[in-house]
């Protein structure tokens, strides 16, 4: 556990002087203050238009940083072959990809963090009331970039960072559109398509038990039930891919 860490904490501090973290970070804060001027020009929806902006706002930061840092995590020091210098000290491919993972964790919580309170900030200074839906919704946000963090995490231990990019980007997007394939197979004349449809509706992460940003702007909070089990369904689908992440690493030749 102690080398797991170590790497997870070299990793914090290695990607937290990455500056596209900052502009992605000043991107969000701006959009969050943006949806308050956009708010103005509504009547009647002023509150959650900024809430349902502001909650857009972070989880399309934070699915970026998963996705873009989350590809460069394994690929990027097999490209630059430092994986040699790394994988030379005593610390096994397990912990290294554990490591990696729980470092970039914390990377994405803290700008999570960070920008989930100026989002509360907006909303305070305008006047708008804060509900608990607002928390539990960032916090399914947290758990899907978690999800996206280990897909990208499994994708470039066998792949390239732009390859690896794409096929997160897509199993993202179909992650969201999950419910489309259900009713495609269920409608489809063509016992291939529908074996298909069936297939990647079972093996593609469900995202949208994740997304309640439009309830939540609306105030509307979630039932406790439902919020534990979405979690422990995206933690779940994490666990999954991080254990066929160290597999396949560990059995990778270089």
Same mark, same amino acid.
């Given at each position: 556990?102690?080398?797991?860490?170590?790497?997870?904490?070299?990793?914090?501090?290695?990607?937290?002087?990455?500056?596209?973290?900052?502009?992605?970070?000043?991107?969000?804060?701006?959009?969050?203050?943006?949806?308050?001027?956009?708010?103005?020009?509504?009547?009647?929806?002023?509150?959650?238009?900024?809430?349902?902006?502001?909650?857009?706002?972070?989880?399309?930061?934070?699915?970026?940083?998963?996705?873009?840092?989350?590809?460069?995590?394994?690929?990027? =020091?097999? =490209?630059?072959?430092?994986?040699?210098?790394?994988?030379?000290?005593?610390?096994?491919?397990?912990?290294?990809?554990?490591?990696?993972?729980?470092?970039?964790?914390?990377?994405?919580?803290?700008?999570?963090?960070?920008?989930?309170?100026?989002?509360?900030?907006?909303?305070?200074?305008?006047?708008?009331?804060?509900?608990?839906?607002?928390?539990?919704?960032?916090?399914?946000?947290l758990v899907e970039s978690l999800v996206v963090m280990a897909i990208a995490l499994l994708f470039s231990t066998f792949s390239s960072a732009t390859l690896s990019a794409s096929m997160t980007i897509g199993l993202y997007i179909v992650?969201?559109?999950?419910?489309?394939?259900?009713?495609?197979?269920?409608?489809?004349?063509?016992?291939?398509?529908?074996?298909?449809?069936?297939?990647?509706?079972?093996?593609?992460?469900?995202?949208?038990?994740?997304?309640?940003?439009?309830?939540?702007?609306?105030?509307?909070?979630?039932?406790?039930?439902?919020?534990?089990?979405?979690?422990?369904?995206?933690?779940?689908?994490?666990?999954?891919?991080?254990?066929?992440?160290?597999?396949?690493?560990?059995?990778?030749?270089?």
């Amino acid at each position: 556990m102690q080398s797991v860490m170590a790497v997870a904490n070299n990793t914090f501090r290695e990607t937290i002087r990455d500056k596209i973290l900052y502009n992605l970070v000043f991107f969000a804060l701006l959009l969050i203050g943006s949806s308050v001027l956009l708010g103005t020009l509504t009547i009647g929806e002023q509150a959650r238009i900024v809430k349902d902006l502001g909650l857009a706002a972070i989880n399309l930061v934070a699915v970026i940083i998963a996705i873009f840092l989350g590809v460069g995590l394994v690929s990027r =020091e097999i =490209e630059r072959r430092t994986i040699y210098t790394i994988l030379a000290r005593p610390i096994t491919r397990i912990q290294f990809v554990l490591g990696r993972y729980i470092g970039l964790a914390g990377i994405v919580t803290v700008n999570i963090v960070i920008m989930f309170a100026m989002f509360l900030a907006t909303i305070w200074l305008s006047g708008f009331p804060i509900h608990a839906a607002l928390f539990q919704a960032v916090q399914l946000i947290l758990v899907e970039s978690l999800v996206v963090m280990a897909i990208a995490l499994l994708f470039s231990t066998f792949s390239s960072a732009t390859l690896s990019a794409s096929m997160t980007i897509g199993l993202y997007i179909v992650g969201h559109l999950t419910s489309d394939l259900k009713v495609i197979a269920e409608k489809s004349a063509s016992q291939v398509a529908k074996a298909v449809m069936t297939g990647l509706y079972y093996m593609c992460p469900n995202l949208e038990v994740l997304n309640i940003k439009g309830q939540a702007a609306s105030g509307v909070s979630l039932a406790i039930e439902t919020q534990v089990l979405a979690t422990g369904y995206g933690v779940l689908y994490a666990g999954l891919l991080l254990f066929a992440a160290c597999l396949i690493f560990q059995r990778r030749e270089f």
